[in-house]
């Protein structure tokens, strides 16, 4: 920590106290302090040690929920994309992989599935080297939420942009299923178009384990995929490399 850390953490310990109406409530208008200690540090200098500092100061004066809740209202109040968000989401993986979890259901992870599932954090940069680790995490060590429900779109997406390989976003959609999420997976209105673009991204050795699991997702609910996973089977039975 260098020098005027606390100082500055102090600041906006102070800017968020000033908001509280009693011992566990907030007026609303404390996210305003909360969005604008995010961006700043997001912005500064030392942007992941500072992104991942106060992110841990939100979870130790008033406990992991916060911090978590404080990542979707800055996604509220700051759209688009850019690099701020994608520091955000890299401070949150990192503090988790070195602080671990005390409280899965409320653990900043879930917050990080939602920056993946709005914006597009890496393509083909430096984050495509964790976003997947993330995700698995995220997929097999806590509850889901709603993000999950555009799993298949942003899998996709994140293949056609070199965020992901097709074997990890593969990966990722049979750990789903493990998890018993096939009905997270369901009817998006672009999820054929999405399939396809799997399929076509997916190396010939991948099919069998794509064929399988367009079966499973379809036998729980996903009719609109019916369309993109039909060649696949006819490729299969008529032997052909697809």
Not at 135 to 156: C, I, N, Y
Request: hydrophobic share 40%.
């Amino acid at each position: 920590m260098k020098p005027g850390d606390d100082d500055s953490d102090e600041s906006w310990r102070l800017s968020i106290e000033r908001y509280r109406l009693d011992e566990d409530n907030f007026d609303p208008e404390v996210w305003i302090s909360i969005v604008m200690a995010l961006l700043t540090a997001a912005r500064g200098a030392e942007r992941i040690s500072g992104t991942k500092r106060i992110l841990r100061r939100f979870r130790e004066w008033y406990g992991p929920r916060f911090e978590r809740v404080a990542v979707l209202v800055y996604m509220q109040h700051v759209k688009g994309q850019g690099e701020p968000h994608r520091t955000i989401a890299r401070a949150l993986w990192e503090n988790h992989r070195s602080d671990g979890c005390a409280d899965p259901v409320e653990c900043s992870l879930h917050s990080l599935g939602s920056l993946w599932d709005a914006w597009r954090l890496a393509p083909g940069n430096e984050n495509a080297s964790w976003i997947g680790g993330a995700l698995k995490e995220l997929l097999t060590g806590h509850p889901l939420r709603g993000w999950a429900t555009r799993l298949v779109s942003r899998s996709a997406e994140s293949v056609s942009e070199g965020e992901l390989e097709p074997a990890e976003a593969v990966e990722l959609l049979e750990l789903a299923v493990e998890a018993g999420l096939h009905y997270r997976l369901a009817n998006g209105d672009g999820l054929a178009d999405s399939w396809a673009v799997l399929a076509a991204a997916a190396p010939e050795q991948l099919m069998p384990r794509l064929r399988k699991l367009g079966n499973q997702i379809i036998a729980a609910g996903a009719t609109r995929m019916i369309p993109a996973q039909l060649p696949l089977l006819e490729e299969s039975n008529t032997g052909r490399a697809y």
